[in-house]
């Protein structure tokens, strides 16, 4: 093989660690490997355990090297965790050209500009997002460049984190011998898996509900407009179902994967008889006996508590039930029976369980969206990449950036 043919994503969950390996074909980006292992030294989403986490990485890279006789030295990593959050900014120059037409350096001088802001000296900005350009009080132009006027403004968000978790992170990956290529954030890489342009055209928000966190990641215009991580998760669903049963977090992970259940609707037919059967599980220390009804009455609070605060997000920013491209689910939550039901009922838009895109031989599991997203926006990154194969336009322009930014971080 070539160089530059291998692309691997590294998902870095608190319950998970992921790997998955694409080799780029003349019109497809085929899967080679996919492997999990679980996840320990992270705490809602963020690497706590330096060590832990380096030695876990290592031992499923060092698997799916041995078994599928390849060599993995870099990897497309994503980043994770409620410390993550955006600010508005705007920047204002002037255009440099005695002829007046803005160039491309003029719209990197006006995105710096922007960037400069005060935060707190423990923390980062990440990127930044353009809303809008403004030429000489012209409002409202998305691509500068070509244009002419005297004043250029840059009407932008900025994504910021806390540095101790992204060194901590970037350490877990250098110490398990491995080269960072590229960080960024999970509900974006996943994003960069299922979404569709005209979905980000006329409006959608993206919902990566994971193992301790969810993410919410809005898109309007093509743009990134809003994104925030909550430090709440399908754990939670978990931990609610342990108590309310009485019994241990492995069983009750078992018993929400098996007989869960978001919602227990009256009107819904047989439900009656279903209401009043019990399900019995026996095991070495202890034996349950629960319905289903009473199972989703334990669910359904856990889930309303997490689209409360996606609900909250998206009227903070005016878009509360004004998304036509609606809400797309990934994540390993988004496998709850009748999730999709009750986003629609509580948050009043269409919903959709995301769909992976570009990859052959893609395993259809939402759990695996970022991963994916992590190899689809690595491939474009490379400069090899056919766009065509990836056909999300998303992966050109913001994976591209990131990897300018992350270069000084590169080893």
């Known amino acids: 093989m070539t160089k530059g043919q291998i692309v691997t994503g590294l998902d870095i969950g608190t319950s998970t660690i992921k790997i998955l390996v694409a080799q780029k074909r003349p019109y497809a980006l085929e899967v080679l490997a996919s492997a999990s292992i679980p996840s320990f030294g992270l705490r ?22 041995k078994d599928n006789n390849i060599n993995i030295n ?22 440099s050209r005695a002829d007046q037409r803005i160039s491309e350096e003029d719209v990197e001088r006006v995105l710096q500009a922007a960037r400069v ?24 132009i998305k691509h500068p460049e070509g244009l002419t006027g005297i004043r250029l403004e840059a009407k932008v968000i900025l994504l910021c984190y806390f540095q101790s978790y992204f060194t901590n992170l970037t350490n877990a990956v250098w110490n398990a011998k491995l080269q960072t290529s590229d960080i960024v954030p999970s509900v974006l890489a996943s ?25 919410l990641a809005v898109f309007e215009e093509g743009d990134l407009i809003h994104l ?49 059967k019990k399900i019995e599980i026996f095991n070495d220390t202890a034996s349950l006996s629960f319905t289903e009804k009473d199972l989703a009455n334990i669910i359904e609070p856990r889930v309303s508590e997490i689209l409360d605060l996606m609900q909250k997000e998206l009227k903070k920013i005016g878009r509360q039930e004004m998304l036509p491209g609606g809400v797309v ?28 895109k570009g990859l052959e031989n ?50």
């Open 74 to 95: 870099s990897v497309f990593v994503n980043i994770n965790g409620s410390h993550l959050y955006i600010t508005p900014s705007d920047g204002v120059i002037s255009v």
């Open 191 to 215: 994003a960069e898996a299922v979404l569709t342009p005209q979905q980000k055209e006329l409006g959608v928000a993206l919902i990566d509900i994971g193992s301790d966190t969810t993410s």
């Open 44 to 65: 809602r989403g963020v690497v706590v355990n330096i060590e832990e986490t380096a030695k876990n990485i290592q031992r499923l890279v060092d698997r799916v090297q």
């Open 329 to 356: 689910i990934t994540g390993g939550g988004a496998k709850l029976p009748k999730i999709k039901e009750l986003v629609r009922q509580q948050l009043k838009l269409t919903c959709e369980i995301g769909i992976i």
């Open 117 to 140: 802001i005060n935060i707190p000296s423990n923390e980062e900005i990440l990127d930044v997002f353009p809303k809008e350009f403004i030429i000489d009080d012209q409002k409202g």
């Open 228 to 276: 925030a991580v909550f430090p709440l998760g399908s754990a939670n669903i978990t931990k609610d179902i342990a108590i309310g049963l009485k019994t241990e977090f492995n069983i009750a992970e078992d018993i929400k994967k098996q007989h869960g259940s978001c919602m227990f609707s009256k009107t819904d037919a047989g439900k009656k008889a279903l209401a009043k």
């Open 362 to 411: 893609m395993e259809q599991d939402p759990a695996l969206a970022t991963v994916a997203g992590l190899v689809l926006g690595g491939t474009e990154m490379d400069g090899e990449g056919h766009g065509a194969m990836v056909g999300l336009g998303f992966a050109k322009n913001f994976f591209s950036k990131f990897k300018k930014m992350f270069r000084v971080f590169i080893p």
